[in-house]
Nanobody, 124 residues
Framework: QVQLVESRGGLVQPGGSLRLSCAAS????????VGWFRQAPGKEREGVSC????????YVFDSVKGRFTIARDNAKNTVYLQMNSLKPEDTAVYYC?????????????????WGKGTPVTVSS
């Protein structure tokens, strides 16, 4: 069964850090572009960061630029999202997605496989 599973999120204080992981089962992430997305309460889903399948080049959306980093470990069949300097406005459900049709560090809502999401709350 093809699955993407995000690691557990949780409650983080403002200014804190959290690393999310996205593990694939039933298929190999090598060869897939992977993206992280998030959806805050009452808001539309938005892109966070993408990593390409070919050269692991990355793209980070403006809202998290300089604070979030995406990386992949194909040996572990996992992609990570390192989130630093977290702000209350980063509170959202975070999703990972993967698709082998995409080239370069580009990702969007049309990606083939999606995880179920993990909630992250940034609050004191």
């Amino acid at each position: 069964q093809v699955q993407l599973v995000e690691s557990r999120g949780g409650l983080v204080q403002p200014g804190g850090s959290l690393r999310l992981s996205c593990a694939a089962s039933g298929f190999t992430l090598d060869g897939y572009t992977v993206g992280w997305f998030r959806q805050a309460p009452g808001k539309e889903r938005e892109g966070v960061s993408c990593i390409s399948s070919s050269d692991s080049s990355t793209y980070v959306f403006d809202s998290v630029k300089g604070r979030f980093t995406i990386a992949r470990d194909n040996a572990k069949n996992t992609v990570y999202l390192q989130m630093n300097s977290l702000k209350p406005e980063d509170t959202a459900v975070y999703y990972c997605a993967a698709d082998r049709r995409y080239n370069g560090p580009y990702c969007d809502y049309g990606m083939m496989y999606w995880g179920k999401g993990t909630p992250v709350t940034v609050s004191s």
